[in-house]
C-alpha cells in the first residue's frame, strides 16, 4: 500500500467526514490515527484511510459503531468481503424508481404535445414522489440510488419483468390449493426471498422500511397484486423454507 500520511482536516476535506466524527471515531478506538506529527496532530496512514473504508461501507450497510469494531476485530475479518457487500448493494434498486421515471415521463410527452394530464395522473406520480422519502431514511435513499446506477436500466428491467410472472405463479399454486410445503411452491419462495434481498442488500433497516411500507400502503400492494390472501400464503410458504428438515 502506497506511502500516505494526511492531518485530520485533509482526510475531512478529502471524504467529506467532519473533523468532530473523526475526533469521535479516535476517541472510541474505532479508528485511531497511525503516526501522529512532532507536534502532536494526528497523522492518517494508507491503512488508516483503508480502514476508514470499511468503516463507512459497514455503516452504511446498516451496522451500528459497536458492531462496526467488533466486525473489524474478529480474527476472520475479510476486507474483500465488506467490499464485495457494498458492490452487491450498489447494484440493486427500486423498481418503483423506474415507475416513477415512466410516470414523469408520460407526463412530459402528454405536456409537450399540449395534451391535458388527468388528476390521477398526477395523482399517482405524486404518490410515487413521496412514497419513499415517506419510509426511507436520505441515507437509505442515497444507497438505493447508487444501487441503481450501478445496476443499470437492462439489469434493472429484467427485475421488474419478473416480479409479475413471480406473482402470477405463486397465485396459481395458492388458487389450485398447492401446500406450501411441496417442492414447487419452496421454489417460488426462495426466488421470491432472493428477490426482496436483492433490493434490501440484507440491510436491516432497509427491510424493516420496505416492510413498514407494505403493511402501511396496503393499496400499492395490491396494485402489484400482492393482496393478503397471497401474502398470507407466501408467508406460509417462507416458514416452509425456515423450518427444520
Not at 471524504?15 to 474505532?30: C, F, K, P, Q, V
Not at 443499470?152 to 421488474?160: L, S
Not at 395458492?174 to 421454489?187: F, H, I, L, N, W
Not at 426471498?193 to 396496503?218: D, V, Y
Request: proline share 4%; aromatic share 4%.
Amino acid at each position: 500500500m502506497q506511502h500516505t500520511e494526511l492531518k485530520v482536516g485533509e482526510l475531512a476535506r478529502r471524504t467529506g467526514l467532519s473533523i468532530r466524527a473523526l475526533h469521535h471515531y479516535d476517541e472510541i478506538g474505532l479508528l485511531k490515527p497511525s503516526a501522529h506529527t512532532a507536534s502532536g496532530h494526528r497523522l492518517y496512514t494508507a491503512a488508516d484511510i483503508a480502514r476508514l473504508h470499511h468503516i463507512l461501507s459497514l455503516k452504511q450497510l446498516g451496522f451500528s459503531l459497536e458492531e462496526i469494531a467488533g466486525t473489524l476485530g474478529r480474527a476472520d475479518f475479510s476486507a474483500l468481503r465488506v467490499v464485495e457487500l457494498r458492490l452487491q448493494r450498489a447494484r440493486e434498486q427500486l423498481a418503483e424508481q423506474r415507475q416513477l421515471c415512466e410516470r414523469l415521463d408520460a407526463i412530459a410527452r402528454q405536456l409537450r404535445a399540449a395534451e391535458p394530464v388527468s388528476a390521477d395522473d398526477f395523482l399517482q406520480t405524486i404518490e410515487a414522489m413521496t412514497m419513499f422519502e415517506k419510509y426511507y431514511t436520505p441515507e437509505q435513499l442515497k444507497e438505493l440510488e447508487a444501487r441503481r446506477q450501478a445496476m443499470g436500466e437492462d439489469a434493472i428491467k429484467e427485475v421488474e419483468a419478473e416480479w409479475p410472472r413471480l406473482i402470477a405463479r405463486m397465485r396459481e399454486e395458492m388458487e389450485k390449493g398447492t401446500d406450501p410445503a411441496t417442492e414447487p411452491v419452496r421454489a417460488l419462495a426462495t426466488r421470491w426471498r432472493e428477490l426482496i434481498r436483492a433490493f434490501t442488500g440484507g440491510n436491516p433497516g432497509i427491510q424493516k422500511s420496505l416492510q413498514t411500507m407494505s403493511q402501511q400502503e396496503p393499496q400499492m400492494a395490491q396494485r402489484q397484486g400482492r393482496d393478503p390472501q397471497l401474502m398470507e400464503y407466501v408467508g406460509r410458504a417462507m416458514a416452509c423454507l425456515d423450518a427444520p428438515k
